[in-house]
Each structure stands twice: as structure tokens, then as C-alpha cells.
């Protein structure tokens, strides 16, 4: 777990994909005035720069925020789930000059009112020194905590108000992830079953996706949605990640088929594959 930076991989498709679905279901959230919780299991440095220098020239979001909003600066189409992702990210840039790029933590404070609060947790200790100092001088909305987010959300479950999403986005350098997504989401369900539950996981051939794919389903909540984009084409016998895959459990009305969308808009786009 300890050599995975985010900083390397913000701003890719896979991130825009989770970032925008996390945008779209706290906005449903404003929809009421009760207040919610957001509780970021897997928080990473929470804002990133893009000159940042341990980046360098590894850094991948040149090949989807990039494209993206070069997309939406030629006026061309976009899922709306997208280009609502993208117009917090201009909010967070003062422009189209992508300087910064919000991580989760980030994209979901910017959203918050008064009363809503958000919990991240990371376990990485220089990651979460970056999380400290990303949210120093933020307002008591955002509480953030050195330890394992797989333990710790459950602790805040349900919440008083009983509205609150649960997002989930480990790197899985370690293969013992799956099994804790799996069982800490099931723990979880049993003290908030009517919670949102947003999970990520990699688009790659492991055995391990399938298996924890297959046992999230037979857990037959009623409402369940599954989404799997591939990203590259052609590569599916690839041991490289090919995509994600994104698991929304109690989805809020209507996301389904707006991100059934936003995935033939990432498969079939050609700018995003060139
Ligand atoms: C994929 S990154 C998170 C990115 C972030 N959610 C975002 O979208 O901006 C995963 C992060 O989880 C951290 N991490 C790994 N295991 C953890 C655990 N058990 N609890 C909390 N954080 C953990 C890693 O250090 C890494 O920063």
C-alpha cells in the first residue's frame, strides 16, 4: 500500500468516472434540505497541482481532464454527469487553466452546506500530512483522520439525519482489499442499508475483481447498479487496467441511465482514445 500516489493517476478517465458519479450523487443529496454526511474512506491528498514535481511527466490527466475539457471548451457534446464534474473543476481552477485538480475530498467539501459534514480518512502518512495542509484553514465541515477508512466510516453509521453516502475507492495495491471492500461494505449495509454506497474498482483481468463483483451482487440489495467501461480498445487480453468498474448501491433516482451514458461516451469517443 505504502509506494501508491494519487497524484500520478488524478484526472484520469478512471477518475473522471468516479469523480463525476461522486458530483452527481451529492448533488442529488442537496436535492433535500436535511442535512447529509459524505465519509471518503480512501481520502488520497484530497487537491493535487499539476506542476507537482513527484508527477513530473507521469502524470495522466493530460489523457481525460485534459480532453475533456478541451471537448467542452470546443462546445462539443457531453454527458451532463461530466460536464457538471468539470465545471467544479473550473471553479476550483478560477478558469480553464487546469493548475489544480480536486480529488475527492476536494470536488465533495466544495459542495457542502452549513450542516452537511464530510469525513476523510487516509492511512498514508506523508498523504494524509498533504490532506492536513490541502484543508488547513477549512471550515469545520470537513473532518479529516489518520486511519484505516475501511474500520473507521462504519463507526459514523447511520447517520442522524439517515442521508449519507459512502465512498469507497482503494488503490488495490493490495490484494486483500477486494476481500475488505467486500466484507466493509456488507458491515456496512447492516448499520445503514438505506445509505449510497459508490465503490470503485479496476477494470482489469483479475480474478479478484470477478470474485468481489460477483459477491457484491449476491448480496441482492434491490437497489443495485453496476457499470464496467474499458477505457482502451482492443487490449482485452491486456494485463494493464483496461477501465473501472463502478458500483452504486441505493443509486440515486435517475443516475443509472445517465451513466450508462457517460460509458459509451468513453468508449466510443475518438478523441479520448487517440
Ligand atoms: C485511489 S487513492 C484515493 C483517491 C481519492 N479517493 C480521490 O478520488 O481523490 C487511495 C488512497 O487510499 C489510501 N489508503 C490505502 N489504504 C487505506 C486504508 N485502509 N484507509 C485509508 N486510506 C487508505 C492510499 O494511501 C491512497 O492515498
Redesign the pocket.
Known amino acids: 500500500?505504502f509506494s501508491?500516489r494519487?497524484v500520478f493517476h488524478?484526472g484520469n478517465l478512471a477518475?473522471v468516472l468516479?469523480?463525476s458519479t461522486l458530483v452527481a450523487c451529492v448533488k442529488h443529496l442537496l436535492l433535500k434540505e436535511k442535512p447529509f454526511m459524505v465519509l471518503?474512506?480512501?481520502?488520497?491528498a484530497g487537491k493535487y497541482s499539476t506542476t507537482d514535481p513527484l508527477g513530473r511527466n507521469k502524470m495522466e490527466w493530460q489523457s481525460g481532464l485534459g480532453k475533456l475539457v478541451t471537448i467542452m471548451e470546443k462546445k462539443n457534446y457531453l454527458p451532463s454527469i461530466i460536464y457538471d464534474y468539470l465545471k467544479l473543476v473550473i471553479i476550483h481552477n478560477n478558469g480553464n487553466q487546469i493548475k489544480n485538480i480536486p480529488?475527492?475530498?476536494a470536488l465533495a467539501s466544495m459542495l457542502l452546506r452549513k450542516n452537511d459534514r464530510l469525513w476523510a480518512?487516509?492511512?498514508?502518512p506523508s498523504?494524509f500530512m498533504n490532506l492536513e495542509k490541502n484543508f488547513s484553514g477549512s471550515n469545520k465541515k470537513v473532518i479529516l483522520e489518520k486511519?484505516?477508512?475501511?474500520i473507521s466510516y462504519r463507526k459514523l453509521l447511520p447517520p442522524i439525519s439517515r442521508r449519507g453516502l459512502i465512498?469507497i475507492?482503494?488503490?488495490y495495491e493490495n490484494r486483500n482489499d477486494y476481500e475488505k471492500t467486500f466484507f466493509y461494505v456488507k458491515e456496512g449495509l447492516k448499520k445503514f442499508e438505506t445509505g449510497i454506497f459508490v465503490i470503485w474498482l479496476p477494470n482489469i483481468q483479475r480474478y479478484e475483481v470477478k470474485k468481489t463483483l460477483g459477491k457484491l451482487k449476491n448480496l441482492k440489495i434491490k437497489n443495485f447498479y453496476h457499470v464496467r467501461v474499458q477505457f482502451k480498445k482492443n487490449k482485452s487480453n491486456s494485463l494493464g487496467l483496461l477501465g473501472s468498474n463502478l458500483v452504486i448501491i441505493n443509486p440515486p433516482f435517475g443516475i443509472e441511465p445517465k451513466l450508462d451514458e457517460v460509458s459509451s461516451f468513453m468508449e466510443n469517443t475518438a478523441e479520448l482514445h487517440e
Not at 471518503?40 to 488520497?44: F, K, L, V
Open positions: 500500500m501508491y494519487h488524478i477518475d468516479k469523480h471518503d474512506t480512501h481520502a488520497g480529488g475527492s475530498p480518512f487516509e492511512l498514508h498523504e486511519s484505516d477508512g475501511f465512498f475507492d482503494p488503490s
